[in-house]
């Protein structure tokens, strides 16, 4: 019997509603598999807390987590608590404090009604971003000179690492080599002239120990483009913590929004625990509706049962996404449905069990 711990932070707004439903699928695992049983323990860190508490988690908290196998987040930022604060404190914190510089988004078309794309198939929509996520734009440096004056300045620092950027970098080559795709990174050199000329010099550097990866390189308005006008271009992408951000959101636009976007956030040497969440936020416009989609949480637990070793479990529960998709009344109102959070929870239990696998 394998026991899996998993720490669960729901917090904010739809997140904890669509943690309610991943947490289902997880138990329904256990109940169906007798090899595999989970372990939870909920913390209730987020903006409520900080309300509270004056900051989004326990001091101790990085501590707190590091014994688990995974965390499973739900989303943070709440009106009332400034989005800087609840997100570098608590989401930020974590990726960068477990080094989780991995960041594996899959844009993939579950169904082809769900693109607003004309004419493209589930052939056309089928890749896989993977945003470095450690550093980068996000690195958090900077500053604020002369506050409030004439001659105010703000200075928000980009760092590249040559650690940090050769890392991302590789896994995207071992990635592609593994599964025989192509490869295409996307940055911005013509404007970024440190940072983005060296990450293109990195891409190419490091290309030269897999000459059997065939490569592509965009600059990033182009690609944002692409995703829209050619997504067929894409097999896997290589690109850095902002642009992995941004481009992912128009992934989730050409795939059926973001209800369906998922995200893990990988430590590929398991030194430290990997954390597997939606892309979307806390939805403040939809929150306490029980309408938010829970598709991506579900997905992200998919991700989570892969990162384990369990791909079985993994595909039945993609496989069971691509069947919910098919029925189109069941589904939340973001696809154009009349279901809440909780019943598409409720019949994918079901669906799961028809799906049986053990
Ligand atoms: P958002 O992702 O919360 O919402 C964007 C739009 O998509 C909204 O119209 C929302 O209703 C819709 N949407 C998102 N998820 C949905 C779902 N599962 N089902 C149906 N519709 C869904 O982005 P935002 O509005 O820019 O941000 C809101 C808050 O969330 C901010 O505080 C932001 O910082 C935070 N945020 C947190 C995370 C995270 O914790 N991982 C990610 C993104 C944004
Ligand atoms: C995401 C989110 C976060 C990010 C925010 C909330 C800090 O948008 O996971 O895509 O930019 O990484
Ligand atoms: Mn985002």
């Given at each position: ?122 052939k056309d929509v089928d890749f896989l971003v993977i945003r470095e996520n450690s550093e980068g734009e996000y690195s958090g440096a900077g500053d604020w000179l002369y506050k409030g004056k ?209």
């Amino acid at each position: 019997m394998k026991n899996f711990n998993i720490a669960l932070i729901p917090g904010d707004g739809i997140g904890s509603e669509v943690v309610s439903e991943g947490v289902k699928i997880l138990k329904e695992i256990e109940e169906m598999d007798a090899a595999i049983s989970f372990s939870f323990a909920e913390f209730p860190w987020g903006c409520e807390y900080y309300l509270e508490h004056g900051k989004m988690m326990a001091d101790d908290g990085i501590e707190q987590l590091q014994p688990f196998d995974a965390i499973y987040l739900g989303a943070v930022g709440y009106p009332g608590v400034p989005d800087h604060i609840s997100l570098r404190e608590l989401l930020l914190q974590i990726r960068k404090g477990f080094d989780q510089y991995v960041n594996l988004r899959p844009i993939t078309l579950l169904n082809p009604s769900l693109t607003p794309l004309k004419s493209k198939t589930e052939k056309d929509v089928d890749f896989l971003v993977i945003r470095e996520n450690s550093e980068g734009e996000y690195s958090g440096a900077g500053d604020w000179l002369y506050k409030g004056k004439p001659e105010e300045v703000v200075l928000q620092t980009g760092v590249f690492s040559r650690k940090g950027t050769e890392r991302i970098i590789r896994y995207a080559y071992e990635e592609a080599r593994k599964s025989n795709r192509t490869l295409t990174s996307v940055s911005k050199a013509n404007a970024l002239n440190y940072s983005m000329v060296f990450w293109d010099e990195v891409f190419e550097e490091v290309g030269k120990e897999y000459p059997d990866v065939e490569t592509y390189s965009y600059l990033v308005d182009a690609a944002s483009l692409y995703f829209v006008a050619q997504p067929e271009r894409f097999e896997v992408v290589v690109t850095s913590n902002l642009f992995g951000d941004i481009l992912t959101d128009i992934g989730a636009a050409i795939t059926g929004g973001l209800g369906l976007a998922t995200g893990a956030n990988v430590n590929p040497e398991r030194n430290y625990p990997s954390m597997f969440e939606p892309v979307h936020g806390s939805a403040p416009d939809i929150a306490g509706k029980g309408i938010a989609n829970p598709i991506a949480a579900i997905w992200s637990v998919s991700q989570m049962m892969d990162f384990f070793g369990e791909e079985k479990w993994g595909e039945a529960i993609l496989s069971t996404i691509k069947t919910i998709l098919k029925e189109t009344e069941q589904l939340t109102p973001d696809l154009g449905g009349q279901g809440s959070t909780k019943s598409v929870g409720d019949r994918f239990v079901e669906l799961l069990k028809d799906n049986r696998i053990t």
